[in-house]
Each structure stands twice: as structure tokens, then as C-alpha cells.
């Protein structure tokens, strides 16, 4: 498997920076998500809603509709709806980023597939975000001290060395 170029170390460093923000946002809209989608299809079935009759933020059941669907019965902004959009985009931004770093540090496929579950699984994003950062500011100190010491010398010995 090649390994990174050192030109890339700086681009690398930004890529992981923005792969650990995209992170964190992904899996807190993650949870906010998974938060509504209990609230709504669970027996509870309850929308939250910004502004309307119900106040600044208020509850509002969700009804059984004429087609078999779920259908909302309050008014203002839907922020349930907002949840489920807003995590929507973030993770394609999510995916974004988590291509960069995969594609920068050179990886296996099945390592940018584990990446991406990490916004559709729960908590995961948080758990990778802390172990991708890990492994690769460990893997950039590693490559940077081999290169500044002039004792690993990656070129063959002389032959009267030997």
C-alpha cells in the first residue's frame, strides 16, 4: 500500500481538521435525529415545532393520516423536519471530508466504508473522530521524526560498511 508523499503532511493536517469538525457536527445531528425519530414513530408521536400556536418551542402530536401516513397537527416551523434535513446535508459533507483524509492518507476502501458509517451509526462518529486523529497526527510524528533523523537512513549502507 503507498504510503503519503511529505508534501502532503500539510494538506493532510487541514483534512484531518476539518474530518474531526464534520465529525463531532455529524454525530451530535446524528443523535438529534435519532432523538425525533423516537419521539415521532415510537407510541409517543410528537413533533417539536418553533413559534406557532404552541409557544417559542412546543410539542405537537402526530396523527394518523388519511393514507395510512403520519401526518403533524401543530403550526410554526417544524424543527423535527429541520433535524432530519439539516443531518441529511451535514453528512454529505461528513462524506466529504471523510474522503479526504481517506484519500490523502492513502487507505483501503474498507477503511473509507467504516468511515462513513460513522453517520449512520450512533456514537460511532465520535468514537472514530478520536481514533482517526490519533493514528494519524501518531503516523505524521512518526514519518517527520524517521525524516529529520540522519541515523534512519533509508539508503543502502557503502559495501566497505558491511
Known amino acids: 500500500m503507498p504510503e503519503p508523499k511529505a508534501a502532503s503532511f500539510p494538506a493532510i493536517r487541514g483534512a484531518l481538521k476539518f474530518y474531526q469538525i464534520a465529525s463531532v457536527i455529524t454525530g451530535v445531528m446524528l443523535l438529534l435525529l435519532v432523538t425525533e425519530m423516537i419521539l415521532k414513530y415510537t407510541p409517543i408521536h410528537l413533533e417539536l415545532f418553533a413559534g406557532g400556536s404552541g409557544g417559542f418551542l412546543s ?8 393514507h395510512g ?5 401543530g403550526d410554526g416551523l417544524n424543527l423535527s423536519m429541520g433535524i432530519l434535513v439539516a443531518h441529511g446535508w451535514f453528512y454529505v459533507v461528513y462524506l466529504f471530508a471523510c474522503f479526504r483524509v481517506w484519500s490523502l492518507m492513502r487507505w483501503p476502501f474498507l477503511r473509507f466504508i467504516l468511515l462513513a458509517l460513522g453517520g449512520v451509526v450512533p456514537f460511532l462518529s465520535f468514537f472514530m473522530e478520536g481514533r482517526v486523529a490519533r493514528e494519524v497526527k501518531a503516523y505524521l510524528a512518526q514519518r517527520e521524526a524517521a525524516a529529520s533523523d540522519p541515523t534512519s537512513s533509508t539508503t543502502p549502507a557503502p559495501e566497505g560498511a558491511r
Open 69 to 73: 401516513g403520519l401526518e403533524s397537527t
Open 59 to 66: 410539542f405537537a402530536p402526530v396523527v394518523e393520516g388519511l
